[in-house]
């Protein structure tokens, strides 16, 4: 999904971690979206839990949008015509309608619920999402991965899994990325990652052993979903650093409720974010950005897709510079939840 603002903001990530706390009873970050149109008159809108001026990464997750369910036939679906990408993996996941991909690596695939596409856009690519005829409701998440510097020049790439349902006392998991509750996914990522999609009975509790290493954010899709003691409505993020062997997951309500799990290592690196390039400094961007639109061979070309326009053209760059943004400090290490939205 392309990062579709007129007036996108300039994002410099720091690496600072996650705010520590007893393993116990962690401490939680609670972001809570923002609505971002998709474009045009009746566009779908998004909610965007990251990038934020709070947090920039959660891991290597650098990017977070939630949508839907939308009623196509009001809001006219996704219609996001051929856009470029550097430095990042993009990871589609859906609940409910069907979207058809296309990019410049020449893969034509179709989006569908459960299962997971991967593109890697490292040296760089284009590509177009449009939802299909068929769908009625689009409904899922679009997520962004930041790529290391050793790999941020990697070759355009495409993975397709289908992961398993596996059944728990109280939930049911779906592991699109890394390992959780047995299941490893086969999915090749450039630093260590955790996907997964959990739907939580009614009123149920479960803890699901996790790598301790790893920095954590749950989003709620349906229902509310209490993580440790810190209550998430629909569509907020909870995030707990590192030095955390397993994670407690509430379900608050008497509906089954649905949230996806991400986790990886602290990244450990600076990035500069702006539409949709992942790059190092500021001069970086407006290289990639010249060549988009200059067309220059660095992306490549989508055949097939027949929207209004060809291709997306590139925002207007900011006059100023990128800034660092730096997350807040936890100022109270007692406390047990921090709500910083």
């Given at each position: 999904m392309s990062n579709t603002d007129s007036r996108p903001d300039e994002i410099h990530c720091r690496t600072e971690g996650l705010p520590a706390g007893n393993a116990r009873r962690p401490l939680v970050e609670i972001i809570t979206a923002r609505e971002v149109p998709l474009g045009g008159p009746r566009a779908m809108s998004v909610r965007r839990t990251l990038p934020q001026r709070q947090r920039s990464l959660i891991g290597a997750w650098c990017f977070v949008d939630h949508y839907g369910p939308d009623d196509v036939t009001r809001t006219g679906g996704m219609d996001v015509a051929p856009h470029p990408h550097t430095g990042l993996q993009t990871v589609s996941w859906l609940f409910t309608g069907e979207i058809e991909h296309r990019d410049s690596h020449g893969v034509h695939a179709l989006v569908k619920p459960g299962e997971v596409n991967l593109m890697t856009g490292g040296h760089g690519i284009c590509h177009s999402e449009v939802s299909t005829p068929t769908t009625s409701t689009l409904h899922g998440v679009q997520l962004w991965v930041a790529l290391p510097d050793a790999h941020r020049?990697?070759?355009?790439?495409?993975?397709?899994?289908?992961?398993?349902?596996?059944?728990?006392?109280?939930?049911?998991?779906?592991?699109?990325?890394?390992?959780?509750?047995?299941?490893?996914?086969?999915?090749?990522?450039?630093?260590?990652?955790?996907?997964?999609?959990?739907?939580?009975?009614?009123?149920?509790?479960?803890?699901?052993?996790?790598?301790?290493?790893?920095?954590?954010?749950?989003?709620?899709?349906?229902?509310?979903?209490?993580?440790?003691?810190?209550?998430?409505?629909?569509?907020?993020?909870g995030c707990i650093g590192t030095g955390v062997p397993a994670l407690e997951l509430t379900n608050t309500t008497d509906e089954p409720a649905r949230v996806v799990l991400l986790g990886g290592?602290?990244?450990?690196?600076?990035?500069?974010?702006?539409?949709?390039?992942?790059g190092r400094d500021h001069d970086e961007i407006v290289a990639f950005r010249d060549e988009w639109e200059r067309e220059s061979d660095r992306f490549g070309s989508v055949a097939g897709y027949t929207g209004k326009v060809d291709r997306l053209p590139a925002p207007p760059l900011p006059h100023a510079r990128i800034r660092p943004r730096r997350n807040p400090p936890t100022t109270d290490p007692t406390r047990q939840t921090e709500d910083l939205s």
């Open positions: 020049d990697a070759p355009r790439d495409f993975q397709h899994h289908v992961p398993p349902v596996v059944a728990m006392p109280g939930a049911a998991v779906r592991v699109f990325l890394g390992s959780l509750a047995g299941r490893s996914s086969p999915v090749e990522t450039y630093t260590p990652l955790l996907g997964a999609e959990i739907v939580l009975e009614p009123a149920a509790t479960i803890t699901l052993d996790v790598d301790h290493s790893f920095e954590h954010g749950v989003l709620v899709d349906t229902g509310a979903v209490a993580l440790f003691d810190a209550v998430l409505e629909r569509s907020t993020l290592t602290p990244f450990g690196e600076e990035i500069v974010m702006w539409w949709n390039f992942v």
